[in-house]
C-alpha cells in the first residue's frame, strides 16, 4: 500500500536504513554491548515505522521489535520485553506473507524461550522452543533460494533448545539437538554456530558430570569464537568457571572470574554479570573467604531480585545462607537460621530447583544436628530425596556428610565412617576420569569436609594399634591422590606446545625487562593469561592414569625392611603421627598442630635468608642461630616424642600442611639420618616397586648464570662413565625435554622458581627460556632419578587434602622414583659442593637417601635438599 506524499525511493531507502540500524543494533546485541544495542533499535523502529506497510517494511519492524524486546528484558524489565514479544506475536498472526511468517513467529517463540531459561524458567520454555522449531521447519519447507541464512536460524535454535532439555536432565533429546545442529551447521559453513552448539554441548556434559569432555568442547568453542565472534566469549568464561568449581579448582575459578567481572559490569548485562558475582561467591566459599562470598551472593541476589528472575535470585540467596550456615557451624547458632533456611527450601521447591531445595533442607540439617535437636535433624534428612544421577558432586558430598554427622550425633561412629567411605568411594570415581593432573587435585577440594570428619572420629577414639592402622588407612583414602595414579602416556599437542612456548617467550621478557627497569605490569598480566591458557588446554585430556589401591599397614611394612615410616596428620589443632615399624603401627599424639606449622615457615623464611653466597658473617651467625631455634622446636614437637619407636633407622616421612618446606635434616634427629619425604605411604610404594620402564644412562645439564656450575658439572662427569653433558649452549628446553626421555639419573644445575600461584609453571631457567614442571610432568618415560641443584624445587603448592603440586611433584606424579630437591632457597656455591659430595657417595654405591644425608650433614643449614620419593 502506497503512503500518499512518500516517493517510492524514500519508502525503500527507509527499509533499507532500517534494516541496517537492525543489523547494527543486533551485533551491538550479540557483543553484550545492549545500551548501544537499544540505542540503534530505536532508531531503525523510528525508520522502520516511517515506511509504507509492505512485507518488507513490517519484516524489518518485526525483526527490530523482536531484538529490541530482548535487549530491554536482559537490561532493565524482564516482564517489559516479554510483554513487547506476547504483542508482536499477536500483529503476526495476519502477517501476509506465509513463509515469512512463519519465520517471524519462530523467531518471537525462540526469543521468549531463551528469556524464559535465563531466568531459570527452562521447563517453561521448552514448550515455547518446540514452538519455534516448529515454524523454523515449515519456514524451509516454504522457502526459495538460498537456505543459508534459514538454516543459521534454526541451528540456533536446536542448540539452545538441547540446552534446555540437558537442564530439564533429557540428555538422549539434549545430545540429538545438539548433534544435529553442529552437523547442520559444518555443512553450511556457520562458524559461528558450530561454536555456539559445541558451547552448548559441553554446557550439558558439565551437568551430566563429564569434566574433561565438557572442557574439551568449551576449548573447541573457544577456539572458534575467538576467530569468528568474540562477543560470545564472555558467557562461555562463565561456564568455564562452573566446571571449574565442579572440579574443586576454586582458586582458579577465583582468577578466572576477577577478569571476566569488570568486563560484566560495563557491559551491564545484568543476567550475566549476576552470575558472575554468584560464581565468584561460590569459589570464595570453597575457600573459605566467607566475607567476599556473602558480599559477591547478596550483590547477585539484587540484581537478580531487579530484574525478575526468581529462580536466579533464590540460587543467590541460598550462596547467601551457605555462608550464614558456615559461620553458625563454627560458633553459635542464631534462633531464626533454620527457619530461614526451610522458608528458602520450599521457596526453591516451589520454583522447580530440586537440588537446591534439598541442599538448603540439608544445611538446615546440620544447623539442627549443632543444636542438639537430633530427631529434628533425622525428621529433615528424611524428606531430602535421593539424589539425580546428574546431581552435582558437591551436592552428593553434602548428603553423605549429613548422613554421617546423624550418625555420630547418634552414638555411632561406625555409621559415620561407613558414609565417610562411601561418599569419597563416590568421589574417587569422579577423579578417576579426569584428564590433567590439577583437575585429579583439585577433585579433593569436595572431600574434605568427609575427611576432616573421618580422621576427627578416629582420633577421638584410643591410641591402641587398631585406631591406628585404621586411621594410616583413612589418611591414605584422603590425601596426596594425585599420586595413585599410574599415568598414562600423553602426548603434547600442537596447540598446548605453541601456548607454553608462548609463555616461554613472555617470561623470557618479562625477566628482561625487570632487569631493565622498564614497567612489567602489563607483561605479568600476559604472562598470567598464557600460563592459564596453556593449562586449560591440557584439562581436556584423556585420564591422567590407572588408579592404583590404596596402601594398607601390611603393605607399608613388608617393604620398608629396617626403615621406619612416619606420617603426620592433623585435625583442627591436634598433631598426630603415624608410625609403622618392625611390622607394628602406633599412634602418638605430638600436640597443637599450630605451634609446629608456623615454627615450620619461621624455619624456611630463616633459610631463605640464610641462602646468599656472601652473607657479612654477623649476619649470618644471628640468622643460623634463628635457624637452629626453630630446628630445634620442629625436633621437639615432631621427632623426638618418636625416638623409643623409631631409634636411628631411616626414615620414610609423609608431611602436612606447612611441614612440606622443612628440610628434614635440619632437625637435630635427622642429622646425618638418610631419610625420604613422599606425599603419601601409597607413592611411596608406588616409587619402591620393582617393575619399571627401563632406563638408561646419566645426564648433565648446566643452566645459564651459575659462578659454580661450570666447575660442578665437569667435576660431577667424572664420576659417571656413561654422562650425557648439555653445557649452557646447548641446555635448550627441547634439547633437555628430549634427553630426559628414558635416561636412569638426570642432573640440572640452574636457576629455578617455585610459582605459588600456579604451580605447574614452576621453572628451571635454561639458556632459551623457562623449562616448566608443566612439560616436565609430560615426558613419555621420566628419569628414574633426578636432582634438582636450584632453589625451591622441592616446594609445593598445598591444596585441600594435602595434595602437593610443584616442579618436584609433577616428576613423582609422572612416575619418577626419586627427586632430589632443595625446599628453601640455596646459595651456587653450597649447592655446588652438596651436589659433588652426593655424586661421590652415589658412584661409591650409596642409595639416593643415604647419599644425600652424608652431603648435606656437613652444612645442613645451607644445604636445604630433600630426598622425595623412594630414596
Request: aromatic residues 4%.
Amino acid at each position: 500500500m502506497d503512503v500518499p506524499g512518500q516517493p517510492r525511493a524514500d519508502r525503500v531507502g527507509a527499509v533499507d536504513r532500517a534494516r541496517d540500524l537492525h543489523r547494527r543494533g543486533k551485533a551491538a546485541a550479540t557483543a553484550d554491548r545492549h545500551p548501544t544495542a537499544i540505542r540503534l533499535l530505536r532508531r531503525g523502529l523510528t525508520v522502520a515505522e516511517s515506511a509504507a506497510d509492505d512485507v518488507s517494511a513490517l519484516e524489518v519492524r518485526a525483526r527490530i521489535l523482536s531484538t529490541l524486546a530482548f535487549c530491554v528484558a536482559e537490561t532493565s524489565s524482564l516482564d517489559d520485553g516479554m510483554a513487547m514479544l506476547l504483542d508482536l506475536r499477536v500483529e503476526l498472526v495476519d502477517f501476509p506473507d506465509p513463509a515469512l511468517r512463519e519465520e517471524l513467529l519462530s523467531l518471537v517463540d525462540h526469543n521468549r524461550a531463551v528469556l524464559l531459561c535465563r531466568v531459570g524458567r527452562v521447563a517453561d520454555g521448552i514448550p515455547l522452543f518446540d514452538s519455534a522449531v516448529v515454524h523454523t521447519e515449515r519456514g524451509l519447507a516454504k522457502h526459495v533460494g538460498d537456505p543459508t541464512g534459514l538454516v543459521d536460524w534454526f541451528v540456533t535454535q536446536l542448540s539452545n533448545r538441547g540446552n534446555a532439555h540437558g537442564i530439564v536432565g533429557k540428555p538422549d533429546l539434549a545430545v540429538k539437538d545438539l548433534n544435529r545442529a553442529i552437523e547442520l551447521a559444518a555443512q553450511h559453513g556457520l562458524h559461528a554456530r558450530v561454536g555456539i552448539a559445541t558451547h552448548a554441548l559441553g554446557n550439558f556434559l558439565q551437568r551430566t558430570g563429564d569434566m574433561p569432555a565438557a572442557l574439551r568442547r568449551y576449548e573447541e568453542a573457544n577456539r572458534v569464537f575467538t576467530r569468528h565472534e568474540p562477543g560470545l566469549l564472555l558467557r562461555l568464561r562463565l561456564d568455564q568457571a562452573e566446571a571449574m568449581l565442579s572440579v574443586g579448582l576454586a582458586d582458579e575459578a577465583g582468577r578466572h572470574l576477577d577478569e571476566v567481572l569488570p568486563e560484566m559490569r560495563r557491559q551491564r548485562i545484568v543476567q550475566d554479570h549476576a552470575e558472575a558475582e554468584l560464581f565468584r561467591g561460590a569459589a570464595a566459599l570453597l575457600e573459605g573467604e566467607l566475607r567476599t562470598a556473602r558480599r559477591m551472593a547478596s550483590s547477585a541476589n539484587r540484581r537478580l531480585v531487579r530484574r525478575g528472575s526468581p529462580g536466579w535470585a533464590a540460587v543467590a540467596a541460598l550462596m547467601v545462607v551457605r555462608v550464614d550456615v558456615q559461620r553458625a557451624l563454627d560458633g553459635r547458632v542464631p534462633a531464626k537460621l533454620p527457619a530461614r533456611v526451610l522458608d528458602l527450601s520450599g521457596q526453591l521447591a516451589s520454583l522447580r530447583l530440586r537440588d537446591e531445595a534439598a541442599t538448603a533442607r540439608m544445611l538446615a540439617v546440620r544447623l539442627e544436628l549443632k543444636r542438639g535437636r537430633v530427631d529434628e535433624a533425622a525428621t529433615l534428612l528424611d524428606l531430602v530425596p535421593k539424589p539425580r544421577a546428574i546431581a552435582p558432586i558437591d551436592h552428593r558430598m553434602l548428603l553423605r556428610l549429613c548422613r554421617a554427622e546423624l550418625a555420630l550425633a547418634r552414638g555411632n561412629p561406625r555409621g559415620a565412617l561407613a558414609q565417610a567411605k562411601a561418599g569419597l568411594t563416590e568421589l574417587g570415581r569422579m577423579r578417576d576420569r579426569m584428564g590433567a593432573v590439577e583437575l585429579v587435585s583439585g577433585t579433593a577440594l569436595h572431600g574434605r569436609e568427609l575427611g576432616d570428619l573421618a580422621v576427627r572420629v578416629i582420633l577421638d577414639g584410643d591410641d591402641s594399634a587398631a585406631n591406628a592402622r585404621r586411621l594410616f588407612t583413612w589418611l591414605e583414602r584422603t590425601r596426596a591422590q594425585m599420586y595413585r595414579y599410574d599415568p598414562v602416556e600423553s602426548t603434547v599437542d600442537t596447540e598446548l606446545r605453541e601456548r607454553i612456548a608462548e609463555v616461554r617467550r613472555l617470561s623470557r621478557a618479562l625477566i628482561r625487562a625487570r632487569l631493565d627497569g622498564a614497567p612489567t605490569s602489563k607483561l605479568e598480566l600476559r604472562y598470567a593469561a598464557g600460563q592459564r591458557d596453556a593449562m586449560r588446554l591440557g584439562w581436556s585430556a584423556s585420564p591422567w592414569g590407572k588408579p592404583r589401591p590404596v596402601a594398607t599397614p601390611e603393605d607399608v611394612a613388608a617393604r620398608l625392611g629396617d626403615r621406619a615410616l612416619v606420617s603426620f596428620a592433623h585435625s583442627a589443632d591436634d598433631l598426630v603421627a603415624v608410625v609403622i615399624v618392625a611390622g607394628r603401627t602406633r599412634l602418638v599424639r605430638l600436640g597443637p598442630a599450630g605451634l609446629a606449622m608456623e615454627a615450620a615457615r619461621r624455619l624456611h623464611a630463616d633459610l631463605n635468608a640464610l641462602a646468599p653466597d656472601h652473607l657479612p658473617a654477623p649476619l649470618a651467625q644471628v640468622i643460623s642461630a634463628s635457624a637452629r631455634r626453630e630446628a630445634e622446636k620442629l625436633d621437639d614437637v615432631l621427632l623426638r616424642p618418636l625416638a623409643p619407636l623409631v631409634g636411628d633407622r631411616e626414615l620414610v616421612i609423609v608431611p602436612t600442611g606447612a611441614l612440606y618446606v622443612v628440610p628434614w635434616a635440619t632437625l637435630p634427629s635427622c642429622a646425618a639420618r638418610p631419610t625420604v619425604v613422599v606425599p603419601s605411604a601409597t607413592a611411596w610404594l608406588s616409587t619402591t616397586r620393582e617393575e619399571r620402564v627401563p632406563t638408561n644412562g646419566v645426564l648433565l645439564v648446566r643452566g645459564p648464570g651459575l659462578q659454580a656450575a661450570q666447575g660442578e658439572i665437569d667435576s660431577l662427569a667424572g664420576y659417571h662413565v656413561d654422562a650425557k653433558l648439555l653445557g649452557v649452549g646447548d641446555a635448550k628446553v627441547n634439547a633437555v625435554l628430549e634427553a630426559l626421555d628414558g635416561v636412569e639419573l638426570a642432573h640440572i644445575a640452574a636457576h629455578g622458581e617455585h610459582e605459588q600461584d600456579n604451580a605447574l609453571f614452576s621453572r628451571l631457567e635454561l639458556v632459551d627460556g623457562a623449562l616448566f614442571a608443566h612439560e616436565v610432568g609430560r615426558v613419555r618415560r621420566p628419569p628414574h632419578r633426578v636432582v634438582l641443584a636450584a632453589c625451591e624445587l622441592a616446594l609445593n603448592r598445598i591444596r585441600p587434602g594435602d595434595e602437593p603440586l610443584g616442579f618436584a611433584g609433577a616428576l613423582l606424579a609422572a612416575g619418577a622414583r626419586t627427586v632430589v630437591a632443595a625446599s628453601s632457597k640455596v646459595g651456587d656455591e653450597p649447592s655446588a659442593a652438596a651436589m659433588a659430595e652426593f655424586h661421590r657417595n652415589l658412584a661409591a654405591g650409596a642409595s639416593p637417601a643415604v647419599a644425600l644425608a652424608a652431603a648435606v650433614a656437613v652444612d645442613p643449614l645451607r644445604r636445604p635438599f630433600v630426598c622425595l620419593g623412594s630414596g
